[in-house]
C-alpha cells in the first residue's frame, strides 16, 4: 500500500518525508509499547502508534522503522518532525483511534507482522 494512499484512507497529515509519499508498506505493526517494537525483525513496516515523543524516533531508529503514524488526533513537536527529517523517516499524524486506524488498514490489504 501506497503511502499516499494510507495517509487517505486515516484522514492524516504527513509531517516528513513527502519525498517518500509513492513508497509501497506491505506490513503494519500497532503498539505503544517500544519494547515490543524493538522486538520486531521485519522491514518495510509502518509502525501506528499513540506515542507523541522523541522516544518513538529514536525507537523507530533502532528497529530501522522508516513509517509511522501517530494516532489518537496527538501532534508531535517541532523538534521531533525535525529528528523524523533528519532520520529520512515519513511521520504522520491521524485523527482516528489505534483500533479504527489498525482496522481500515487491515481492510484495505495492509498485512499485520503477527
Given at each position: 500500500?501506497?503511502?499516499?494512499?494510507?495517509?487517505?484512507?486515516?484522514?492524516?497529515?504527513?509531517?516528513?518525508?513527502?519525498?517518500?509519499?509513492?513508497?509501497?508498506?506491505?506490513?503494519?505493526?500497532?503498539?505503544?509499547?517500544?519494547?515490543?517494537?524493538?522486538?520486531l525483525?521485519?522491514?518495510?513496516?509502518?509502525?501506528?502508534?499513540?506515542?507523541?515523543?522523541?522516544?518513538?524516533?529514536?525507537?523507530?531508529?533502532?528497529?530501522?522503522?522508516?513509517?509511522?503514524?501517530?494516532?489518537?488526533?496527538?501532534?508531535?513537536?517541532?523538534?521531533?518532525?525535525e529528528?523524523?527529517?533528519?532520520?529520512?523517516?515519513?511521520?504522520?499524524?491521524?485523527?482516528?483511534?489505534?483500533?479504527?486506524?489498525?482496522?481500515?488498514?487491515?481492510?484495505?490489504?495492509?498485512?499485520?507482522?503477527?
Open positions: 500500500m501506497k503511502i499516499e494512499k494510507i495517509i487517505q484512507l486515516l484522514e492524516a497529515k504527513i509531517l516528513c518525508g513527502h519525498h517518500r509519499i509513492n513508497d509501497d508498506i506491505n506490513n503494519a505493526f500497532s503498539s505503544d509499547l517500544m519494547s515490543d517494537v524493538l522486538t525483525d521485519s522491514e518495510n513496516i509502518l509502525l501506528i502508534t499513540g506515542l507523541a515523543n522523541v522516544q518513538i524516533i529514536r525507537t523507530a531508529e533502532v528497529a530501522e522503522i522508516h513509517y509511522l503514524v501517530i494516532v489518537r488526533n496527538k501532534k508531535v513537536s517541532k523538534d521531533i518532525v529528528l523524523a527529517t533528519a532520520l529520512n523517516m515519513v511521520l504522520i499524524e491521524s485523527p482516528y483511534s489505534m483500533f479504527k486506524a489498525s482496522g481500515i488498514l487491515y481492510s484495505n490489504g495492509l498485512i499485520p507482522i503477527y
